[in-house]
């Protein structure tokens, strides 16, 4: 298996563009994480899927920020519209449900907005 | 969420064990506690994680006390490569709908030739 896997690795935007980020979890996990990672605040949990039914969006900052997971080989995260301070390196990690498994993280996406 | 505390930095020498330490005093008697590390802005990479009992695998080793209040992740012979920001972080749990990792500040390893 290819790992995780995020697009775009990087992307460059201007404010109140949309933007939409792509996560394909690894094959056969049905638990699926979107992390967001500032200098500030570190490493975020965003929203939590299991089973392509998000359980957790407690970490979704705002209405702006939108997940979806149509099936179980794709999610996204759109930002609508962006701002400056969502700049941020994104990341993407998929698992099996148990809590006994490990969770992998795709290289994340580096997004800039201008 | 079970809060763990770590310290910010570390040192150690090439060659030598490095013993990262780490306090979850509040975790619940069926959550694992996880170690992973990032590289520069790398995507998390796991290393190991454990219940009750100590772990070892290719990477490193896992130290739980009997109270389960705290570990050490062991590095037996560090390089230049380990250096790194070490999480530690307990996996909560959400019931049937599976558990979620949330991440602490992490520790910054930094190993010096």
């Known amino acids: 298996d290819a790992g995780v896997i995020q697009s775009p690795r990087h992307e460059v935007t201007e404010m109140g563009q949309e933007v939409t980020l792509r996560c394909k979890p690894i094959?056969?996990?049905?638990?699926l994480f979107w992390y967001r990672q500032t200098m500030m605040r570190g490493l975020e949990l965003l929203i939590y899927f299991n089973n392509n039914v998000p359980i957790d969006d407690s970490g979704m900052p705002e209405d702006r920020f939108s997940a979806k997971m149509p099936n179980a080989s794709f999610s996204t995260l759109k930002i609508q519209p962006s701002e400056p301070r969502d700049s941020a390196v994104y990341f993407c990690?998929?698992?099996?449900?148990?809590?006994?498994?490990?969770?992998?993280f795709g290289q994340g996406t580096r997004l800039t907005v201008v | 969420d079970a809060k763990t505390t770590q310290p910010t930095s570390m040192d150690c020498a090439e060659g030598r064990a490095a013993n990262l330490p780490c306090n979850h005093s509040t975790i619940s008697g069926n959550e694992y506690v996880y170690w992973y590390r990032q590289i520069h802005s790398q995507g998390p990479q796991y290393i190991i994680h454990?219940?009750?009992n100590n772990e070892t695998n290719e990477m490193a080793s896992l130290i739980i006390t009997e109270d389960r209040k705290s570990s050490t992740l062991i590095l037996p012979h560090a390089t230049l490569r380990d250096t790194a920001v070490y999480y530690c972080i307990v996996r909560t749990l959400l019931g049937t709908s599976g558990s979620r990792l949330t991440f602490g500040e992490g520790t910054q390893l930094t190993v010096n030739p």
């Open positions: 454990g219940l009750k």
């Open positions: 094959s056969g996990h049905n638990s």
């Open positions: 990690a998929s698992s099996f449900r148990a809590e006994n498994t490990e969770a992998f």
